[in-house]
């Protein structure tokens, strides 16, 4: 039987979406195919910043990628009933890397 995988603070988060959205970073992921590499150095830099818990490239990717569909369907469901959230501070971010985003 398989868990959910890795839980993600709120502040955890936001901090990936920050790596994320580093203009640099955003070049590298835009001109690599294979992109691993990028994720496992994104990995190194987040667990420099949450030592007590260790994250690898493929838990920070998926993460990453649940974070995007979040936001697609906070957005979509904007103005319906159930929609406003506590990660107001989130959806912020991401309107910023989405927006942003080639």
Known sequence: MTG???T????ESETLAELWANGEIKKKFNSMVHNGKIWDDLAKEFNLLYPEKTRNGTQLKTKNKALKKWYRDYKKGQGKSGTAGERDDLWD????VEVGKN
Do not use: A, E, H, K
């Not at 993600?8 to 502040?11: A, E, K, S």
């Open 4 to 6: 959910r995988g890795v």
């Open 8 to 11: 993600f603070t709120l502040l």
């Open 93 to 96: 971010l991401m309107d910023s």
